[in-house]
């Protein structure tokens, strides 16, 4: 899909997808507001619970910044996880984080049909895209970021299309 941002992409997909209540999402806190604030608002709609996913610390890990792993993340997964969020490169931190291990991670935990959705506004500056690879379900960037035109492109795996409405 081409949208007018990455922001609004994330936004129109959160109103395609469906959800039942009491199905959970996992949000990153390290994330843009274009990868929380969507999901917080499709949360607060749909009466989801709503999980923050927080970064390994930097004293846990030989990264000297705050990294989101597939080992924090586990913990949070349950049966009734629908779709986990989290950026590809944070624009604060400059962490760049393992997104393969993390859908891994997803694939392998109680719900393996939840969604991964990743923002590659940071990452696609500096590093190619390979969704295919990364096993992902929703990933957006904008191409303005990379000297392209004022537009962004979001890639909508077939298990994520399924889920729409």
Known sequence: MFGSSTTQLLHNISFALTFSEGDEIIVSSIDHEANIGPWVDLAARHKLTLKWWTPTPPSSSPNPN????????????TPRTRLVSCTHASNVLGSANPIAEVTAAVRASPSPNALVVVDG?????????????????????????????????????????????
């Open 66 to 77: 705050p990294i989101l792993t597939a080992a924090s993340l586990t913990p949070l997964l």
């Open 121 to 165: 506004v940071s990452w696609a500056p500096h590093r190619p895209i390979d969704v295919r690879a990364l096993d992902v379900d929703v990933y957006a960037f904008s191409w303005y970021k990379v000297y392209g035109p004022h537009i962004a492109m979001l890639y909508a795996s077939q298990r994520a299309q399924g889920q729409m409405r």
